[in-house]
């Protein structure tokens, strides 16, 4: 493996890496504080964990000792006293409301958020860079100004219109009762197919992750090995950024694959630009340099080596395909337009109601009233519009609104473990009882049982 391409995705799982909540803010200040606008930059050299052995030794020297052993620097870290912070109670206030992976919302503090920050706009339904709420709002304002001024007029020649006022109300209520039913059960079929979709794409991560795992354990001992083991676990994630290119239609441009290391060369770049399926000539690849590893006796059991890596493999093509066909399978449209002009007829019919209740309240001096009613208009626009807005957001989370998937944050996650993995792994910190090569009787024996006598003398 190349050091350009190991070098910047070697660290810390993500959970506690660079621009999680974790590591924003401090207890007594210094930290950064407030509504940051945090965004995932890649990691520098003076930010990047320690190394194992010198974790090892800070551990020891700060134990009085570099003598001690292991257990006994675990009985003392067990036994050291948890340290009084007069500002613990503080610390999840200090944090940052949002942290961002570019446009995305890649995680948020949900203490503040459900307490005091609900008043954020930036990534909401209530965002001013989407005017069309707002446009919408002022339109059923007037609407509701001309039904009110008709109602005060009214009031004040003592028409009798009682009749029109509860007709009124009644296809109100009963037009809200229907647009609560459909959108409710639009929604929930919307928010299950985005939870699917994110579970697939956690599959195909721990695809990579055991795939990575495997070929570490069954192709070492050479430097042969080591090369196969770099190109696998590079088309492994090759596999996975595929993924999200093809979710979100930009699979025209594969160069910035050539500058973060995932594609070696223009012959690659070629075969991935004409082929209309990418991810699953990826798959094909890593399938054929499997079968090629067994066929020159370089994968240590291949009886049992190769029916896992190739699972594995499969499985990666399989839950994107599975992504994929959640994409192009959009809810019928003859429901959500249905449900469409349900929500814009009850926001019409429940601007003129509220419009005749102001103009009764201005016409008997009740203002206080008239601010309660246009309340009401603002907040159900924004409850229906909102819902109906969620139904286009959700249904591909793989674009560049703040409620999709932070995949920028992903991919550079999965790459760093996997790479760091199959650097580490290359040493072991201990000596194994049997180092099987490829002039190994067991392992040629396991060998021939994958590949038949007729089979081995075409592949050989």
Not at 156 to 164: F, I, K, M, V, Y
Not at 170 to 184: D, R
Not at 193 to 213: E, K, L, P
Request: aromatic share 10%.
């Amino acid at each position: 493996m190349s050091e350009g391409l190991l070098q910047p995705l070697v660290g810390d799982s993500d959970v506690n890496g660079e621009g999680s909540l974790s590591d924003c803010g401090s207890d007594g200040g210094g930290g950064q504080t407030g509504d940051a606008r945090l965004r995932s930059t890649p990691m520098s050299s003076a930010a990047r964990p320690v190394s194992t052995a010198s974790f090892a030794a800070t551990m020891l020297s700060a134990n009085g000792s570099s003598h001690r052993s292991a257990s006994a620097i675990s009985t003392a870290s067990l036994r050291r006293e948890k340290p009084h912070n007069k500002n613990q109670f503080w610390r999840p206030w200090l944090l940052p409301t949002i942290v961002w992976d570019g446009p995305h919302v890649k995680e948020y503090n949900t203490q503040k958020l459900i307490r005091w920050k609900f008043f954020i706009l930036e990534g909401t339904v209530f965002d001013f860079a989407r005017r069309f709420p707002w446009v919408q709002l002022f339109l059923l304002y007037i609407v509701a100004g001309l039904v009110a001024a008709y109602a005060s007029q009214a009031s004040r020649e003592e028409q009798d219109t009682a009749g029109w006022w509860s007709h009124l109300n009644y296809a109100s209520s009963t037009i809200n009762t229907l647009v609560i039913f459909l959108l409710g059960f639009a929604t929930s079929v919307v928010n299950q197919r985005w939870w699917d979709m994110r579970m697939a794409v956690g599959a195909i991560q721990r695809n990579v992750a055991t795939f990575t795992v495997l070929c570490t354990t069954y192709l070492r001992g050479g430097e042969e090995q080591r090369k196969i083991r770099d190109q696998l676990i590079r088309y492994a994630n090759l596999s996975h950024s595929l993924g999200y290119r093809m979710a979100s239609r930009r699979t025209q441009n594969l160069g910035d694959l050539v500058q973060r290391g995932l594609v070696a060369d223009d012959a690659e770049l070629d075969a991935l630009n004409t082929c209309p399926q990418p991810v699953m000539l990826v798959s094909s690849w890593i399938s054929a340099l499997l079968v090629d590893a067994v066929a020159n006796n370089l994968m240590l059991l291949p009886e049992h080596g190769l029916p896992l890596c190739q699972r594995y493999v499969l499985d990666m093509a399989t839950n994107t395909r599975i992504v994929l066909d959640y994409l192009e399978s959009q809810l019928p449209f003859p429901y959500v337009h249905l449900m469409t002009v349900l929500v814009k007829s009850a926001l019409l019919v429940l601007a003129a109601d509220a419009g005749q209740r102001i103009g009764f309240s201005y016409a008997t001096g009740e203002y206080g009233w008239i601010a309660a009613e246009a309340f009401i208009i603002l907040l159900i626009n924004f409850l229906y519009q909102g819902l109906l807005h969620l139904q286009g957001v959700l249904e591909n989370p793989f674009l560049n609104h703040a409620a999709h998937f932070p995949r920028h944050a992903f991919e550079e996650t999965l790459q760093r473990n996997t790479f760091g993995t199959n650097h580490c792994a290359e040493t072991l910190p201990f000596e194994l009882a049997s180092k099987p090569t490829a002039d190994d009787e067991t392992t040629s024996t396991l060998r021939h049982r994958v590949f038949p006598a007729h089979v081995t003398s075409s592949v050989v």
